[in-house]
């Protein structure tokens, strides 16, 4: 087992809405003054080896896990048809860090009245 006591809870993203995108976490964030800002540091958390998301929706949404290669500024998709969160059923996902960076998302449809999401953070490879 891993060293469950040094994860790390991240904050969990506001209800986007309708037909909108959440993101879980992402590496190349930075906190700029006390606000999340994108792309502005490459490999931040080294450390992070996979991201253990929960979400409860009640409505339908997709997960997608995409990786940027280093000297790259795509994203690209684990899997481009993402990972189904039916609605309202409990849903997790361990998404292994693969690649320079990593980001996680959420994409809703229809905009949801409940939004339960939790994020756990761990240096912990093994799944």
Known sequence: ????????HITPPANPG????AYVYDTTWDSVNG??????RRKFRPESKRLIVCAFIDQA?????DWK???????RPYDAAG??????TF?????LFL???????????TGPGVWEISGRLTRDRGL
Do not use: E, H, P
């Open 18 to 21: 309708a037909g909108a995108t």
């Open 83 to 88: 990972y189904a969160i039916t609605a309202s």
């Open 35 to 40: 606000v999340l800002t994108r792309d502005v």
């Open 61 to 65: 949404a997709t997960l997608f896990v």
């Open 1 to 8: 087992m891993g060293d469950f006591a040094s994860d790390f």
């Open 69 to 75: 290669a280093a000297g790259s500024t795509n994203w």
């Open 99 to 109: 690649g320079d960076d990593t980001r996680v998302r959420i994409v809703t449809v």
């Open 91 to 95: 849903f997790q996902k361990d998404c």
